[in-house]
Antibody
């Protein structure tokens, strides 16, 4: 069964770090690019980052330099390292192949 | 930074046609996609891809077009179950990052 399962969310103080993980079952990460998308409470969708099937990374301006996307093909895991967290980083973080498959999301809360 | 602009809200009666626009400078060259999110926190569902194509599981009342810098999602004969937030999605002119539109709340009542 093809599915994406995120983990690693939680509550952290401003300035702290978190590492999110997404296990992609049934998907070959060397064949597909994978994205992270977030949604702040009662706000719209915000695209954050992409790691292409070739391992090339791209970032939204709002997180470039603070967040790092990576992958481990051997474990079918995509990770998002969140550094220098701010209260406005609070939201649900989705791992996705946006045109085909989304995870259920993991909640990140940044307290001030 | 690149922005895809949508109207904040659209309201129609059941059976009427709802049209949602998405404006972006790169849309003449870049594909647009449309996502439906029935409730904040629920997983988005793609209803249109590559400007005009509809996934097989999406009802035929959903269609889309793209002309110049504007992409348009049309719901013909809108149903109550179509009430949701709708987002367009595309890539910036340089191909450096992706962007979701500002989102449109569609009300059918």
């Amino acid at each position: 069964q093809v599915q994406l399962v995120e983990s690693g969310g939680g509550t952290v103080q401003a300035g702290g770090s978190l590492r999110l993980a997404c296990v992609a079952s049934g998907l070959g990460l060397s064949d597909f690019g994978m994205h992270w998308v977030r949604q702040a409470p009662d706000k719209g969708l915000e695209w954050l980052a992409l790691i292409s099937h070739e391992g090339i990374t791209k970032y939204a301006e709002s997180v470039r330099g603070r967040f790092v996307i990576s992958r481990d093909i051997s474990t079918s895991t995509i990770s998002l390292q969140l550094n220098g967290l701010r209260p406005d980083d609070t939201g649900v973080y989705y791992c996705a192949k946006p045109t085909a498959l989304w995870g259920q999301g993991t909640l990140v809360t940044v307290s001030s | 930074s690149y922005v895809l602009t949508q109207p904040t809200s659209v309201s129609v009666s059941p059976g009427q046609t709802a049209r949602i626009t998405c404006s972006g400078d790169a849309l003449p060259e870049k594909y647009s996609y449309w996502f439906q999110q029935k409730k904040s926190g629920q997983v988005p569902v793609m209803v249109i891809y590559e400007d005009t194509k509809r996934p097989s599981a999406i009802p035929e009342r959903f269609s889309a077009s793209s002309s110049g810098t504007t992409a348009t999602l049309t719901i013909s004969g809108a149903q109550v179950e179509d009430e949701a937030d709708y987002y367009c999605y595309s890539i910036d002119p340089t191909g450096s990052y992706y962007v979701f539109g500002t989102g449109t709340k569609v009300t059918v009542l």
